[in-house]
């Protein structure tokens, strides 16, 4: 079963706009991580952010966590035809010391 | 520094015949695991290993053998193939199970079809 959910399933913008994706999760978390994947590569992380924060950011990413709504949003700003690719949140599985487990994913494309 | 190397990268196999996917890691990780990745379900976890010698099952276990004998080996075998295994596969490594606080490292992953 996943625990994170991102929404929307696919996004497409153009270059130099933001894009704001949403991940949700369905239990309690110590930590949240962002990943991405480039067509038919592997995941590559992005960032983690820690259940005591609130924001994150690194270089054009901002993250955001809010676990009283259990949700965080990933932000790309100015984006550039190399962010195309999925992202996908990933958290620990509900009593799973040693899961990791991931969402479904959101499929970025932006077009220059 | 290679990171994670799995192999083969594509491999098409008839209903019923066995292979085994390599997975070879050169950080030292303790943590390794296998995914399965199907088109709109995100990646679901197989198998994982804390260390040698130890293994568990994942979300999506059946039809599905690892053993982990050295620290840098994590393969995964299918005994006997099935068209619903027709995935793409990637296998991870990260430096500790504490997997909630750590980076994971992939591989570049295994395209597997079952005809």
Redesign the interface.
Known sequence: ??QGEEDP?ALSIQEGENATMNCSYKTS???L?W?RQNS??????LI?IRSNEREKHSGRLRVTLDTSKKSSSLLITASRAADTASY?C????PGG?????????TRLAVHP | NAGVTQTPKFQVLKTGQSMTLQCAQDMNHEYMSWYRQDPGMGLRLIHYSVGAGITDQGEVPNGYNVSRSTTEDFPLRLLSAAPSQTSVYFCASSYSGAVEDTEAFFGQGTRLTVV
């Open positions: 079963s996943q399933q978390i110590n930590n991580q990943y038919g590569r592997g995941l590559v992380h983690l996908f990933a958290t620990g599985a010391y040693n899961k990791l487990i991931f969402g479904a994913g």
